[in-house]
């Protein structure tokens, strides 16, 4: 069976409000994550393999956490972890019927509040060639 991408992300990465490096790095992520979305990787780790600084991955990743494309679980004291995970919506699987499964899971979790929304922009149409696109976060 083919792995298959989540379209909610990998549809509109062109119009998320980070920088190109950001998706760059977002692509590193996608491809270093689990189906499903767990990253099993500290960020030091991706640091090195990435050939940048920990403060670098730092500056990456935190504009994707704004979003919550990138999720920083909490530890049982309540404090935010040291691992990220992908949102499930974000996130690969193995295939179709795996993210239709996780992609229902993620509503009922996100209607219940155990989940964030992701933070993407609303659009209509795609962006004008030229110009600067004026998109806003939904």
Same mark, same amino acid.
């Given at each position: 069976m083919a792995e298959v991408m989540s379209p909610v992300v990998s549809e509109r990465i062109w119009a998320l409000p980070v920088s190109g490096a950001s998706v760059k790095f977002l692509q590193y992520l996608l491809y270093r994550s689990e189906f499903g979305g767990r990253l099993p990787i500290r960020q030091k780790d991706m640091a090195r393999e990435y050939r940048v600084t920990p403060q670098a991955v730092s500056n990456l990743i935190a504009p994707l956490c704004e979003l919550n494309i990138v999720l920083r679980p909490q530890n049982e004291d309540g404090g935010k972890g040291n691992s990220?995970?992908?949102?499930?919506?974000?996130a690969k699987y193995a295939g179709l019927e795996e993210m239709?499964?996780?992609f229902r899971a993620a509503i009922t979790s996100i209607k219940t509040g155990t989940l964030p929304h992701l933070k993407l !922009? @609303?659009?209509?149409?795609?962006? !004008? @060639?030229?110009?600067r696109p004026d998109l806003q976060v939904a």
């Open positions: 990220y995970r992908l949102h499930p919506l974000a239709e499964s996780a !922009p @609303a659009y209509a149409a795609v962006p !004008p @060639a030229e110009g």
